[in-house]
């Protein structure tokens, strides 16, 4: 298979090597084997010789039409989003990079890390709960989704924050007897940060379990089996043979669960809790420049949902491998093997 | 049943066999039942195959040849009966009077001398062929990676897959996968190999570099139970050919006997349906 490959590739590199009007017979050598033809008959046949004629391209009218409209349109937005004085963007360079905006934008990321991490945890183990063959873990794991799914995630900040009101104190110790190892006010342990990684991260567990469960269950049957015919270990088989290509299927989803988590952060303003948008609203509370102010926000999401899509590009394109017959080029490799195509056609036709 | 008569039949030299320590690989399987649901498929299957035989298993679609095969390492668990290798019972342990249903760890540690090979290669595709064939002696036997390595390379070698050890199984073909399979089921070094119809979902023209390997397994003195449909193949490589139908064991013998003198109907006609006309009796 391999040897036909390369024969081909030869017979066609070497009527391409031959310069200017190859022999008429070099053509056909070079499609007889690619086709399958017996050589006799690319001989036998009188093929007229294409070689010294010019490829026209293609033309595509309306596609140039198209391409003029939706220029002219994005155009417009742009010269609007720059020449509206109402914009401020001088109000929003001044404080884009300004310290308390700068210390909301670092409490957004921290809120978005632990609790997307620890939300992605605690979903992996309650896909896994939910797999499993105890029906117990299966119907709590159930439950779970079910009620975290479906409450505001806004009421489940505030019932967290105000714990203290439904339990007084919080205290650890065997459940039934009178035996405490330790006791809490709820007050003093569930603090704003506190409340608001919880609520995020009970949140943000329902929805992931759902996702890598979905994502275990993509893959195929017969890998197990391949796995424990081999011997190879519960816990490897896990996470050597179903979660590589479980990830394949996983990774859109929780890219989309974390990105929509990193705007969701916003929603514990109700906690008084000073991120990047509870930060912004306070200070356009005290100087009114309510429109750019919150473009100061967006623009800091912009900024963080594209770093993600770049990681998300990435990760994605590791889990691929093997799953895609050759992977295709990343933008950076096209844009390498395009100038690198680009100069080595320069140099052909300053030769020829 | 007619199944355990049919295994009682069989020559007296199969049934007495040598219990000493040298035997690798004697498979005996006894009265061995299994129903999924309602349906029954194994009813109470008798089979033993000798260290270092071949044994392939025939018949019609559905008549649990598949299902015997897996039930071999554990794959299925058997409703009832028993199956031992080397006198070492499947899945459960003899304590006493009672049989111990053994874990998970024990299990694998059983599969590591079985190796099995499927219908659908079931190869790890987003592991290269070298890392397939290199990661069980790893974690299931606990030999160095350079070692799993260099002895994968070996296996790749010896099926003619050498050049492409750092391929993934989708830029293979067919048969290119099954043979890395094969490879990967050698690794652990098996006494007994267990195929599932390994050339079904092959190409035809394909079939055979497939055939050819397994062939040469066949004078290794590995124990192989072979499910086919090849039937010039089986004939070819067997000891003994095992004709199944609807969950019993309804012939077996040598391949003369049961491919130009079978006594049961229930084979001739089966035989009669798949055989090409060249071999037809």
Known sequence: MSSAATTVAQSTKSAQSAA????????GTAASAAGGLPP???????????????????KHPWRWVGTAVVALGVLAV??????????????????????PVINGLLETLKLTAISGVLGFVLGFILALMRLSASPLLVSVSWTFSWIFRSTPLLVQMLLWYNLGYLYEKISLGIPFTDVRFFEVQTTTLISQFAAAVLGLTLNQAAYSAEIIRGGILSVDQGQLEAAAA?????????????LPQAMRAILPNAFNEIIGLVKGTS??????????????????NRTQQVLPLLLVATLWYVVIT???????????????????????????QKARKFFATHAVATNRARSL | MTAAATAANAPATKTAAPKDAATRGLVEITKVRKSFGTTEVLKGVSLTVEPGGVAVIVGPSGSGKSTLLRTINHLEKVDGGFISIDGKLVGYEVRGERLLELREKEILKQRTGIGMVFQNFNLFPHLTALENVAEAPVVALGRSKEDARRRGLELLDRVGLKDRA??????????????????RALALDPKILLFDEPTSALDPELVNEVLDVIRELATSGTTLIIVTHEMGFARDVADTVVFMDEGQIVEQGSPEHIFTNPQEPRTRSFLSKVLEPAFNI
Do not use: M
């Open chain 1, 40 to 58: 006799e008959d690319g001989a036998a046949r009188v093929a007229t010789d294409y070689s010294a004629y010019r490829v026209v391209a293609a």
């Open chain 1, 306 to 332: 594209s770093v993600l899509s770049v990681f998300q590009y990435y990760i994605e394109r590791h889990y691929s491998k093997g799953a895609v017959r050759n992977l295709p080029l990343t933008p950076l």
């Open chain 1, 267 to 284: 929603i514990v303003y109700v906690l008084a809790y000073s991120e990047l948008f509870y930060t912004v609203q306070v200070i356009y």
């Open chain 1, 20 to 27: 200017g009007p190859a022999p008429a017979a070099a053509p």
């Open chain 1, 230 to 242: 081999l011997g190879i270990p519960a816990w490897r088989r896990s996470t050597r043979i179903v």
């Open chain 2, 166 to 183: 750092g391929a993934y199984p989708r830029q293979l073909s067919g048969g290119q996968q099954q043979r890395v399979a094969i490879a």
């Open chain 1, 78 to 99: 742009a010269w609007s989003l720059a020449t509206n004085p109402r914009w401020e963007w001088g109000v929003v360079a001044q404080w884009f990079t300004a310290q």
